[in-house]
């Protein structure tokens, strides 16, 4: 993928192939040269038979649209349609894969130019972000980030030599003249990444104003919502009590008693749905469940409202919440999503002076069956409820979540996520979970990222994995290519249309 050093000429020709096409008989562009850089066996088995069988079956699924049913990119990126301002803000700031390796070698947030919450001045010039990145760029050899810069800055910006500290400035200005034309604004990459569905995440607090805006605005690009009540259930969430007061203010209920915060969260979720949300997202700490009754619920809630909950109570609080959610999702047709088991703003430091989802967030020990096991005596074995769960705990694929979506009928695994959405974290997805599992109780890929030109390349490195998965399963017999090639397409496409309602 990376190549070897290439004339110090790099980056002087700004024009993409895909923009203007080599003629015969000429010189090639830079993104044809830069293309031979992703080398196109990439993440296929060794074995010459099962990387033959490999292409064949990622031939018949590179092209296909792209849904990307769970993500965090900025909704106004496509409302507003402005160019994007610069490399930096395109592929540094946005993107905590990026922040925390460099921070973690001792760049700081500052150099960055991430805001700090006092508003003490941090760098300005992108220039001098994007220059600091590329003298670190080696820190990201073998990790999943790398692949997925190293296809963005090929594929769209024509690079043919790998970024660094002596190439950083013209690695700029080709991105900058790229981004200053009408095929790299947000729109017009959304049709190039052959995007057909792509979902936002937003707080029952947000207007969804970018989302209004997008409706309106005659562009046939389907960029919609989904529903994250983290703000106003966990009441350990910095500003709980103003969230819910708000909550409370927006919905136009009366949530000082149980029954009318629940009833905030109803009209909230209708309102998303209108807006195109298909799914709700829950990033929990665990994956606990409750399911107390009415008086106990209401009692604490009391607790919850008025600042006096323990962390005990936080807990249960947020597992009954799980399950009244579970509850919505029944009358509202709602897919219901869970991604617990991150130990969130870990730093201290960083969580004073820059906030929440700085970077500092870390894996848990995660346990599910006997968490999840109140939710489950309720609403498990419901026809028309779709919960799909996600892990950072590896260890609980096998032990309980791949035989617990192998049973009830409403659970569905989500892909390695997050510190395990690489190539070796997506293997032993499939090795460890299809055994019990199968592929049809697993909902296919999703990008859950906030840095947009990376979609492409993290659906072309799932594709590539999931087909040669495939393909050892072919050339050691266990299955036939016709049904690896049909499988290929479910988990590339069919899956997430299907689990996500899209």
Known sequence: MVGTAKPRHFC?????????????????????????????????????????????????????????????????????????????????????????????????????????????????????????????????????????LEHAFTMLFGFDERLSARNADACFDQISTHLAMPSFRPRALFERFRIEALATTESPLDDLRWHKMIRVSGWNGRVITAYRPDAVVDPQFDGFAENLRRFGEIADEDVGSFEGYLNAHRKRRAFFAEMGATSTDHGHPSAQTADLSRNETRALYAKVRHGEASPEDAEIFRAQM?????????????????????????????????????????????????????????????????????????????????????????????????????????????????????????VGFNDDTRAFCSIPARHDVARRVDCGYLAELVATHRLDEDEAQEVALDLAYRLPKAAYKL
């Open 322 to 442: 799980l399950t009244e959610m579970a509850a919505m999702s029944l009358e509202d047709g709602l897919v219901m999503q869970l991604h617990p088991g991150s130990l969130r703003n870990h730093n201290p430091l960083l969580h004073a002076s820059f906030g929440r989802d700085i970077g500092a967030d870390i894996p848990t020990a995660t346990e599910y069956a006997r968490a999840l096991k109140p939710l489950l005596d309720r609403f498990g074995n419901a026809r028309g409820f779709t919960f799909i769960l996600f892990t950072l705990d590896e260890t609980a694929y096998g032990r309980e979540l791949a035989p617990l979506a192998g049973h009830y009928p409403c659970l569905r695994l989500g892909p390695p996520w997050w510190f395990f959405d690489s190539y070796e974290g997506m293997r032993r997805f499939r090795e460890i979970v299809t055994e019990t599992a199968g592929f049809y109780n697993t």
């Open 12 to 148: 002087k020709d700004v024009m993409s192939a895909s923009l203007t096409p080599a003629q015969p008989g000429t010189r090639s562009s830079s993104a044809e040269r830069g293309h031979s850089l992703l080398h196109p066996d990439r993440l296929f088995p060794v074995d010459p038979e099962a990387r033959h069988i490999a292409r064949r079956l990622f031939e018949s699924v590179s092209a296909l649209p792209i849904l990307s049913p769970h993500g965090h990119t900025d909704p106004r990126w496509y409302a507003e349609n402005e160019p994007f301002p610069d490399p930096a803000t395109l592929f540094v700031k946005p993107d905590h894969y990026v922040t925390r390796m460099l921070y973690s070698q001792g760049v700081t947030l500052e150099e960055l130019g991430i805001a700090r919450k006092d508003g003490k001045p941090v760098e300005a010039d992108p220039r001098k972000v994007w220059r600091r990145f590329a003298e670190h760029y080696h820190l990201f050899r073998g990790t999943p980030t790398r692949a997925w």
